[in-house]
């Protein structure tokens, strides 16, 4: 089995679920003794949540190749982002590698054409929502893309950098993101990409009455079957 680099912390709370989905997923795989070989580098989010908002995305794209290479040098044989809004600088991460570099919005794109879902509702950072990095990505497997109203994606990024990267589970965040979810259904979207790895934290298929696209579970996965294959 190939070992797998991660790049967490971004934050810990989504970083543990990465951790468990891996090891969890080689135990069905290969029987209950195994586990995973993986290699974390857990940043120091606070560090990049004020990055993100100042807008410097060259001093984190430097900070994340160095911490990629740190992580190939170790022996990590492909590498996970473990964020969705960090994946703007997966080209740069990539490019500074050897070794292959596992896109998260491709997991979910795969998994969306599996279910037949053409068009897609997108909840996440502004960052991820607004900037054309993810969306685009997920264009490019042929599928469509909406994102909620302007103060709802607000709404969205307020309960993400407030409350879930604090571990903060709140019922009535639940349900703002529920009604958002219900209008992206209302406008033809037959499917919700959860494009934070902190949101299924908070909603998971039941809260949903459209297919919800866990894109913490499916990079997870889409991570051990190539370090499987």
């Known amino acids: 089995m190939r070992t797998i680099g991660l790049i967490g912390g971004m ?4 970083s543990l679920e990465y951790y468990r989905l891996l090891n969890e997923g080689t135990k069905r795989r290969l029987g209950q003794s195994h586990s995973c070989p993986n290699i974390m580098y857990s940043v120091d989010f606070a560090a990049f949540e004020e990055l993100q908002h100042a807008a410097a995305w060259g001093v ?9 290479r740190i992580l190939e040098s170790a022996g990590a044989e492909l590498l996970l982002i473990c964020s969705n809004t960090m994946h ?3 080209p740069d991460v990539e490019e500074a590698l050897s070794i292959p570099v596992l896109h998260i919005a491709d997991a979910a794109a795969q998994r969306a054409q599996e279910l037949g879902l053409g068009t897609l509702g997108l909840l996440g950072t502004q960052f991820t929502m607004e ?10 497997h042929g599928l469509t893309v909406r994102i909620p109203a302007k103060e709802q994606r607000r709404a969205v990024h307020a309960i993400i950098y407030h409350e879930l990267i604090g571990g903060q589970l709140n ?3 639940r349900k703002e ?20 790895t902190e949101i299924p934290l908070l909603i998971q298929q039941e809260h949903s009455p459209i ?7 499916l990079h997870a996965g889409a991570a051990l079957m190539r370090a499987l294959a």
């Open 11 to 14: 934050s810990w709370e989504s």
């Open 60 to 68: 984190m794209a430097d900070e994340m190749v160095r911490i990629a």
């Open 88 to 90: 703007k600088l997966a």
């Open 131 to 140: 900037q054309g990095f993810y969306r685009e990505r997920l264009e490019g």
């Open 171 to 173: 019922p009535a965040s």
């Open 177 to 196: 993101l529920q009604h958002i979810i219900a209008d992206l259904a209302a406008e033809g979207c037959s499917g919700v990409v959860l494009g934070c």
């Open 211 to 217: 297919p919800v696209l866990n894109t913490t579970e």
